[in-house]
């Protein structure tokens, strides 16, 4: 077999059958699976609905959050002085009520979340390297635990007469 | 520019483009805000020094520009849930757009009073 022989038609070695290429009935080259095609090794689902499921949750937190959001920026930013205001005086009067202990409560799980499962697809995007991608999302999920827990303990621990 | 750079350019893509870099910087900041919030435990006094820094000119602008990241963020999010669950959405994409930017502009220029205001008041007096 060598590959410098060229035949009279043009087709090299390679692409050329018959004796020349070494496949030959009693010697037959092995078959190769047509790419994603279903074999018995593969699992009945491949994926569950968590794709799915992040994209309704996207849609679905987003809407809340534009009410939410938006609320607290005219609170903290435009009505009252705007950023003129805060003041730890200005949060223990505000958290001395459960409806905006709620309301902060909900926003800080909806907003890390949402944003949690868009830094999530943007590594899956860009992130080309399997190990990239891996220690990408677990320095992500570690912050966003973290982040979640830490706020949610303030908010429920505050103590407006901690001085 | 790299070939699979550009999609399709237009508004299509670049809307995309945008909604994906406030997306992100949405969230950096909203780490930050968590830990700011935090020093509530700490003691009033090492909260009010750090919501300090939110009031000063430079700061503002930067606020100024996180309202106008969250905005964009928002309407556009509601134009995407347009575009997927309602059925002449995708039609209509490119109308819904111009809407989300034509409101976009009133609310900044409504937010600018608010959220510069004291800003220009420090820096030029009265």
Known sequence: ?163 | MPAGTLYRGREGMWSWVAHRVTGVLIFFFLFVHVLDTALVRVSPEAYDKVVATYKTPIVALLEYGLVAAILFHALNGLRVIAVDFWSNGPRHQKKMLWIVLGVWVVLMIGALYPVLGHAVRELWGS
């Open chain 1, 1 to 163: 077999m060598s590959t410098t022989e060229t035949t009279a038609s043009g087709i090299g070695p390679v692409e050329g059958s018959g004796t020349l290429s070494g496949y030959s009935p009693e010697n037959p080259a092995p078959l190769i699976e047509p790419p994603r095609k279903r074999t018995k090794k593969t699992p009945k689902s491949t994926r569950g609905n968590f794709e799915m499921a992040a994209w309704l949750f996207m849609r679905l937190s987003g809407i809340v959050l534009v009410v939410l959001v938006i609320g607290h920026l005219l609170i903290q930013l435009v009505l009252d002085g705007g950023v003129s205001k805060i003041g730890f005086a200005f949060v223990a009067g505000r958290w001395a009520s459960p409806f905006w202990q709620v309301w902060d409560l909900l926003m800080l799980w909806l907003a890390m979340l949402h944003g949690a499962n868009g830094l999530r697809t943007v590594i899956n995007d860009y992130a080309e390297r399997a190990n990239t991608r891996l220690w990408l999302k677990g320095l992500l999920y570690t912050a966003t635990v973290f982040t979640i827990l830490l706020g949610t303990l303030v908010i429920f621990t505050f103590d407006p007469n901690i001085r």
